[in-house]
């Protein structure tokens, strides 16, 4: 392990000298996705050596997901590097080499619609009609002059009236109707072609804000999300190159795969658990393991000495093992907050945190990859867009669960075909992925056949010959793909979120059990027998940190805000550090 004196500070750095004086403090990392692995790198490189990644799953990333098939790679997850200017991961891969095989057509500048590449994009309808290219961009141009109004609603603080119920798709499907049928010059005919349209381009808004309809994203934070300038890449070996150039800088044995966790218990400072059942990770550097899989490393320095230290935080798995800490920063999704919060922090999270989980939005975007012998499309074709003619005047995007399939906006052409071969991309969102992801393999590459026979109008299309999806939803680990400002909720709820506990002013707003002591299920027989002191000292801050996409105020819902965060919280532990020993204490 890296020591103070080998991480490239001085000797006298505070942070150093008051590591060596008190031993050093134990960090928790729930989660090895970007936000878990940046925390845990930042704080190995600032000399920090008692630390400890616990990740649920049996594998790193998170919801970066590189699938190899053949010769290509496929991604499950993450896709695009969201600009260049500044973004660490766009630096990160372009100083690795990551990106010098990315081709023209997988660049795009601007903003994207889920794959942006050279070529057309062909509108077809559910009569097997193509639309004309010319109604496509004029449509095109009416609905992005609209998207822009979206924008300046935060932007320029302007009032969201009662018609639109604070929500973009409300807004954005109203004016563009509206503007749609105050047109002289259109005939019924194409007005009507254009009303339909306008619900497959909110599918697709929705699969790209991940949520289950753009009627659920709020109009007046829409603006707060910030696009990074510099054009979108696509990093052709797999995003995981990009995990794994993180992970390459942490020691292997602090990374525990397989381990989720059942609960944080803060705010107590147990002692030691004494259970000579369950070896505790009490004493001393408890990265240090000979069982299997272990690496060896460094002897830890600095071991705490006292065997009645007080812990703030002890993180409990599920295989029943109690880690003590002195700070956990938790990575794990909107997903998994909104559904386990309740149970997963004993004390209960504080109100106004446990509101802002309940107000922002997650919800799922799934692909359906679909590689056939030979293409049935035409080499101009970069994607087949599916508009159905009956929702011209529909107000909705829910679907009964047997036509789950209507929230397939489309399929995009995987381009060059000499790395994926002949594959479409396929994208779906919301309730409907999830009715998606129960169904097999087979029924699903039938369904997706048909549809394509139908719009295309060639009742000849094979079925393909493999077909590889996600299943964000209903992974327990995640329960979605990424974050949106809900209708209701703010940037200041993505702060509210970020914001460490305890609370500085008051650690009493806390909901659930005040008490100090482990709840009475640790001591069932399900876990054996052990004894947790409650804490009698003062509160000790920063016991429990919160990082990954959802906590970025400005760029939720990427993989660069999922890194920043977690930079970020390692940071606020280093300066806490630097300016505790400074004072002495």
């Known amino acids: 392990m890296q020591s103070c004196e080998s991480s490239g500070d001085s000797a006298d750095d505070p942070l150093s000298r008051g590591l060596r004086r008190r031993g050093q403090p134990r960090v928790v990392v729930i989660g090895a996705g970007l936000a878990g692995l940046a925390a845990a790198k930042a704080l190995l490189e600032q000399g920090f050596t008692d630390v400890t990644v616990l990740e649920a799953s049996s594998r790193i990333g998170g919801r970066v997901q590189s699938v190899k098939l053949g010769h290509a790679t496929f991604e499950l997850g993450a896709t695009w590097i969201h600009g260049s200017h500044g973004n660490p991961i766009y630096h990160l891969a372009e100083a690795n080499g990551?990106?010098?095989?990315?081709?023209?057509?997988?660049?795009?500048?601007?903003?994207?619609?889920?794959?942006?590449?050279?070529?057309?994009?062909?509108?077809?309808?559910?009569?097997?009609?193509?639309?004309?290219?010319?109604?496509?961009?004029?449509?095109?141009?009416?609905?992005?002059?609209?998207?822009?109004?979206?924008?300046?609603?935060?932007?320029?603080?302007?009032?969201?009236?009662?018609?639109?119920?604070?929500?973009?798709?409300?807004?954005?499907?109203?004016?563009?109707?509206?503007?749609?049928?105050?047109?002289?010059?259109d005939p019924e005919a194409t007005k009507r072609l254009k009303l339909a349209m306008i619900q497959q381009y909110l599918k697709?808004?929705?699969?790209?804000?991940?949520?289950?309809?753009?009627?659920?994203?709020?109009?007046?934070?829409?603006?707060?999300?910030?696009?990074?300038?510099?054009?979108?890449?696509?990093?052709p070996s797999g995003f995981m190159r990009v995990v794994e150039l993180l992970a390459e800088g942490i020691p292997a044995h602090i990374i525990q795969l397989g381990k989720p966790v059942r609960c944080v218990h803060w705010d107590q400072a147990s002692s030691r658990p004494r259970s000579p059942e369950i070896e505790p990770r009490g004493e001393g550097n408890h990265n240090h393991d000979t069982g299997e899989g272990s690496q060896g490393g460094e002897e830890p320095q600095g071991e705490r000495q006292d065997e009645d230290e007080q812990w703030p935080v002890v993180v409990e798995c599920e295989d029943c093992e109690v880690i003590p800490a002195d700070h956990v920063i938790v990575t794990v999704s909107l997903g998994v907050l909104k559904t386990q919060h309740a149970s997963f922090f004993r004390?209960?999270?504080?109100?106004?945190?446990?509101?802002?989980?309940?107000?922002?939005?997650?919800?799922?975007?799934?692909?359906?990859?679909?590689?056939?012998?030979?293409?049935?499309?035409?080499?101009?074709?970069?994607?087949l867009q599916f508009v159905w003619e009956d929702e011209a005047e529909s107000h909705t995007l829910t679907y009964p669960p047997e036509l789950w399939y209507r929230k397939i906006c489309g399929f995009d052409v995987l381009y060059p075909p000499e790395r994926y071969g002949h594959v479409l991309s396929g994208w779906i969102c919301g309730?409907?992925?999830?009715?998606?992801?129960?169904?097999?393999?087979?029924?699903?590459?039938?369904?997706?056949?048909?549809?394509?026979?139908?719009?295309?109008?060639?009742?000849?299309?094979?079925?393909?010959?493999?077909?590889?999806?996600?299943a964000w939803g209903s992974n327990p680990y995640f329960r979605g793909s990424y974050s949106y400002t809900q209708v209701g909720s703010s940037g200041a709820d993505v702060e509210k979120l970020a914001k460490?506990?305890?609370?500085?002013?008051?650690?009493k707003t806390a909901q659930g059990s005040s008490s100090k002591q482990l709840p009475g299920h640790l001591l069932s027989s399900k876990c054996p027998e052990q004894s947790l002191e409650p804490n009698r000292g003062s509160i000790k801050p920063m016991q429990v940190l919160f990082s990954g996409e959802a906590t970025h105020r400005k760029y939720y819902s990427t993989t660069h805000g999922a890194l920043l965060s977690g930079q970020r919280e390692a940071a606020r532990l280093i300066e806490m550090y630097r300016d505790l020993f400074q004072q002495g204490t």
């Open 98 to 185: 990551l990106l010098e095989e990315t081709t023209d057509g997988e660049r795009s500048v601007g903003r994207i619609s889920l794959y942006s590449k050279n070529g057309v994009a062909c509108y077809l309808t559910n009569r097997g009609c193509r639309i004309p290219k010319d109604v496509v961009e004029e449509f095109s141009d009416l609905y992005n002059e609209v998207y822009n109004l979206t924008q300046e609603f935060f932007r320029h603080g302007k009032p969201v009236n009662a018609e639109s119920q604070n929500s973009v798709g409300v807004f954005t499907r109203e004016e563009v109707r509206n503007r749609i049928r105050g047109d002289p010059d």
């Open 204 to 235: 697709v808004e929705s699969c790209e804000s991940s949520s289950h309809s753009m009627d659920e994203v709020s109009l007046s934070a829409f603006g707060e999300w910030t696009e990074i300038p510099g054009a979108h890449h696509i990093i």
């Open 347 to 383: 004390p209960g999270l504080p109100a106004e945190k446990v509101a802002a989980i309940h107000r922002l939005g997650i919800g799922t975007t799934d692909k359906i990859f679909l590689e056939f012998e030979e293409p049935f499309w035409g080499p101009e074709c970069n994607s």
């Open 431 to 470: 309730e409907e992925a999830l009715v998606m992801e129960k169904w097999d393999d087979e029924a699903v590459a039938e369904i997706c056949t048909e549809m394509l026979r139908q719009f295309t109008g060639n009742p000849n299309i094979p079925k393909p010959r493999r077909i590889l999806r996600s």
């Open 500 to 507: 460490p506990l305890p609370y500085t002013e008051s650690s």
